[in-house]
C-alpha cells in the first residue's frame, strides 16, 4: 500500500484535500503492481505559494529548467521520492473530470517516474547534429531535450492510465490541454520569422499533443480528440498543427522501449519530421 504524506502551504479545505487523496488512493491500489511506497503530497492554497516554493528549490537542486506557469499540478523527483505538488486554487477551477485526470496524471508520473534517473537525460545524437549547422547553443539543445522528454513522460503516463480503464477523465484531461493557452498564442506571436524560436514554441505543446495520442490508438476518441488537437494547434499553421499530429500518432506507434529509449526515438524523429522541415524554411 502507498503511504501518501501531506503537507500543506497556507490555508486549504480538509474537505478538499480528503477528496483529492480519495481519488490518489484509489489510482495508487489500481495501477499495481508498481514500487510506490511513499509518496509526498504537498498542497497549496494558490498558485503563488507554490511558485515560491519551487524557486527556492529550483535553487537549492540547481534545476535550470523553466517549469512555466500554466500548470496547477506537478510531479517530480529532485529529492530522489515521487513528490507530487498541487495548486488548489487553480485545480478547484477545474472541471471534475479534468480535476480527476490532472490529480490521476499526477499519480501516474510518481508510478512510472518516482526517482532521479527520469529527469537526467543525455543529449541523444539526433539532436545534437541538429544542432550542429545552425550553431545552436548547448542550453538551446537542452531546452529542446527537455521539452521532448516531459513530452515522452506524458505519454507514458496516458498510455499506463488509459490502459487501466481511465477513459473519460483523461480524455477530459487531453482535451484541455490541447487548448491553447494565452501565454503558447503570446509566445507564438512573438517567436513569428525565428525559426529557432519556433522550433521551441512547436516543441512545447508536443507534451499536450503526446498526452493525446495513447488515447487516439482508439478509432472513436482518434476521430474527436483529432478534431480538438488540430483546433487547438491551429494557430501554428494548417501544414504545421498536421505535421505535428502525423508525427505525433506516428511516435505514439514506434516509441517503445525504457522511458531513455522513448526519448532517444522521439528525437531522431522529431528532428528528421517535424523540427529539420521548419528550420529549413528559413
Ligand atoms: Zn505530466
Known amino acids: 500500500m502507498t503511504r501518501i504524506i501531506v503537507s500543506k502551504f497556507g490555508n486549504v479545505n480538509r474537505d478538499e484535500i480528503k477528496s483529492i487523496l480519495d481519488i490518489m488512493s484509489e489510482a495508487y491500489a489500481r495501477l499495481q503492481p508498481h514500487n510506490v511506497e511513499l509518496v509526498d503530497v504537498l498542497f497549496f492554497e494558490n498558485y503563488s505559494i507554490l ?8 535553487t537549492l537542486f540547481k534545476v535550470s529548467e523553466n517549469l512555466g506557469n500554466e500548470f ?57 547534429k541538429l544542432g550542429t549547422p545552425y550553431r545552436f547553443s548547448a542550453e538551446y539543445i537542452r531546452n529542446i531535450l527537455y521539452l521532448t522528454a516531459i513530452a515522452v513522460k506524458d505519454f507514458e503516463v496516458t498510455d499506463l492510465l488509459y490502459d487501466h480503464g481511465y477513459h473519460d477523465d483523461q480524455i477530459a484531461y487531453a ?78 506507434r514506434v516509441m517503445t522501449g525504457s522511458t531513455h529509449r522513448k526519448v532517444e526515438i522521439a528525437s531522431e524523429i522529431l528532428c528528421e519530421k517535424l523540427f529539420e522541415t521548419i528550420l529549413r524554411n528559413s
Not at 51 to 58: A, D, L, V, Y
Not at 214 to 243: D, Q, T
Request: overall charge positive; hydrophobic content about 35%.
Open 51 to 58: 511558485q515560491g516554493f519551487f524557486s527556492r528549490e529550483k
Open 72 to 128: 496547477s499540478a506537478i510531479h517530480e523527483a529532485w529529492r530522489g521520492l515521487p513528490r507530487i505538488s498541487l495548486s488548489m486554487d487553480r485545480l478547484s477551477r477545474q472541471d471534475e473530470s479534468v480535476l480527476r485526470g490532472t490529480v490521476r496524471h499526477e499519480v501516474g508520473h510518481s508510478v512510472l517516474h518516482g526517482s532521479l534517473e527520469y529527469y537526467i537525460f543525455q543529449t541523444p545524437s539526433a539532436l545534437v
Open 175 to 252: 482535451k484541455d490541454l490541447l487548448k491553447p493557452s494565452s501565454n503558447d498564442l503570446e509566445s507564438w506571436k512573438l517567436a513569428r520569422g525565428n525559426r529557432s524560436a519556433e522550433v521551441l514554441c512547436i516543441a512545447g505543446r508536443l507534451k499536450d499533443l503526446l498526452c493525446a495520442t495513447p488515447i487516439m490508438r482508439s478509432p472513436r476518441p482518434k476521430v474527436e480528440l483529432g478534431k480538438v488537437a488540430e483546433s487547438g494547434l491551429s494557430y501554428f499553421s494548417p501544414a504545421i498543427s498536421k505535421r505535428m499530429i502525423d508525427v505525433g500518432l506516428q511516435l505514439s
